[in-house]
């Protein structure tokens, strides 16, 4: 009886845990919902970008991917309503990238905080 508990109690926690820390083998209709948007992505994303853009997108995934989720998100939602003409060449991609870029950018500024100190050579000493 204990034993039975003490299992039920560990696959509980267990299921806390891959819950907590989004672990996609715990729940596979979420995981194969993830696959589903990931092919509808890839299908519209195909329809939309040429072999040059889409390959310079894929490499751009690589180095920034929260960057390049944007620029496909940015895509999407174009051809959804329907502002694209055709194809997006790798040129028209550089341009859209260069606006997600103005958007995002983060501006940075330094100051300086000096201390002022009590120091001996600001006193006349005579």
Do not use: C, W
């Amino acid at each position: 009886m204990a034993d039975e508990e003490l299992e039920a109690l560990r696959q509980q926690r267990l299921a806390e845990l891959q819950a907590k820390h989004g672990d996609p083998s715990g729940d596979p209709s979420q995981q194969e919902a993830k696959q589903r948007e990931a092919e509808i992505r890839n299908t519209i994303l195909a329809q939309v970008l040429d072999q040059a853009a889409r390959a310079r997108l894929s490499n751009l995934a690589l180095v920034k991917p929260d960057k390049a989720k944007a620029v496909e998100n940015y895509l999407i939602q174009m051809a959804r309503f329907g502002q694209l003409a055709g194809k997006v060449s790798e040129q028209g991609l550089i341009e859209i990238l260069e606006k997600v870029s103005q958007q995002t950018e983060k501006k940075t500024t330094v100051k300086f905080n000096r201390r002022r100190v009590l120091d001996s050579d600001e006193e006349d000493d005579y």
